[in-house]
């Protein structure tokens, strides 16, 4: 188990950047799975990206949803246990609540019942 905490949320102009973080504490190299996932009010939750490890510091994949394929960017520093979301070119529809959340197991992001922990989110709202 591992304990998430998000940052790095707020306010941007439509075709601006923002990143988003998440530390992780506990054990979280042992996540195989750590993804972000997003939710906008009255919608469902819906997988952002996620990224795979095999439980060492080597990265197995990362996956993307179309809606932000080439525009945005999941990481993961081992090191600082923080996995990262930049997010460029930046839409009015990615205004949502993000949560990070991982899993010990490999899970897809159509899958987000199967990841485990979560953190309580941040806010990323975007203007046209």
């Known amino acids: 188990q591992v304990l998430l905490r998000e940052s790095g949320g707020g306010s941007a102009q439509a075709g601006g950047s923002l990143r988003l973080s998440c530390t992780a504490s506990?054990?979280?190299?042992?996540?195989?799975?750590m993804g972000w996932f997003r939710q906008a009010p009255g919608k469902e939750r819906e997988g952002v990206a996620s990224?795979?490890?095999?439980?060492?510091?080597?990265?197995?994949?990362?996956t993307y949803a179309d809606s932000v394929k080439g525009r945005f960017t999941i990481s993961r520093d081992n090191a600082k246990n923080t996995l990262y979301l930049q997010m460029d070119s930046l839409k009015p529809e990615d205004s949502a609540m993000y949560y990070c959340?991982?899993?010990?197991?490999?899970?897809?992001?159509?899958?987000?019942?199967?990841?485990?922990?979560w953190g309580q989110g941040t806010q990323v709202t975007v203007s046209s």
């Open positions: 959340a991982a899993a010990a197991s490999y899970w897809s992001l159509s899958m987000s019942d199967k990841y485990t922990d």
């Open positions: 506990g054990h979280p190299s042992s996540m195989k799975s």
């Open positions: 990224i795979y490890s095999d439980g060492s510091a080597r990265i197995a994949g990362r």
